[in-house]
């Protein structure tokens, strides 16, 4: 019953420890943008206080430093028509990572006016044209209040998928959205789950509780002869 139960627990914090890396992705569509407000901008890193490497930082380890966007306005945007808040007018950004990646976390750093997006929900597609898709979240960004702007953080569905689209429903009021830069936290969809300190810590105790149990074992035997 014992190693049973120890079993578990390595089971369920060995799935803790298996932390997201960043991903930027290769953007592949979009609408919208204008001007010198270039879709590329969404993942260059240009503006941000602290940079990281794609497929290699750990995406917990780098939202711990506070990274910070300065300008957002000037480095990145969408064009409105008016019709934008009523979901008229699509404002979307398609990436794709180039293989089937587990999604848990999406990274924004929003504008600081009312430019900045409000509504957008994040979708996971293993088909270039999201004919079929699953929906990562519903979410509702603030505005970045001040400049350098700090990093906000969306949880995700955890669902695996190639292709993923951020598609931006509302702004606080403005007929353009403007914003700095996406991350997404991701790991392998085959991933297996590292053991964590806990996990380690409770194979050690399952062992030293198996050894308790044969001794105890044997000093019972020995009292019975």
């Not at 306005?73 to 008016?82: A, E, K």
């Not at 991701?186 to 297996?192: G, R």
Request: proline fraction near 2%; charged fraction near 15%.
């Amino acid at each position: 019953m014992i190693k049973k139960l120890i079993f578990s627990a390595v089971l369920l914090t060995s799935s803790f420890a298996n932390a997201g890396i960043i991903y930027s992705g290769t953007i592949i569509n979009d609408s919208g943008f204008h001007g010198s407000y270039a879709s590329s901008h969404v993942n260059d890193q240009s503006g941000l206080s602290d940079t990281y490497v794609s497929g290699t930082t750990d995406y917990d380890t780098y939202a711990s430093l506070n990274p910070t966007h300065i300008g957002s306005s000037s480095t990145s945007g969408i064009s409105g028509t008016g019709a934008l808040d009523l979901g008229v007018q699509a404002a979307f950004i398609d990436f794709d990572f180039g293989m089937e990646l587990m999604f848990t976390d999406f990274g924004l750093w929003n504008d600081v006016d009312t430019q900045g997006i409000k509504n957008f929900n994040v979708l996971v597609s293993n088909d270039v044209n999201f004919s079929t898709f699953t929906t990562l979240g519903l979410f509702t960004a603030t505005i970045g209040f001040a400049d350098p702007i700090p990093l906000q953080q969306f949880d995700l569905l955890d669902t695996t998928g190639r292709y993923v689209r951020v598609d931006m429903l509302s702004t606080h009021g403005s007929t353009d959205i403007n914003f700095g830069e996406f991350i997404f936290g991701a790991s392998s969809a085959n991933a297996v789950p590292e053991p964590s300190t806990l996990a380690i810590f409770a194979l050690g105790l399952m062992g030293f509780a198996s050894r308790r149990f044969k001794k105890q074992s044997k000093e019972l035997k020995i009292d019975l002869f």
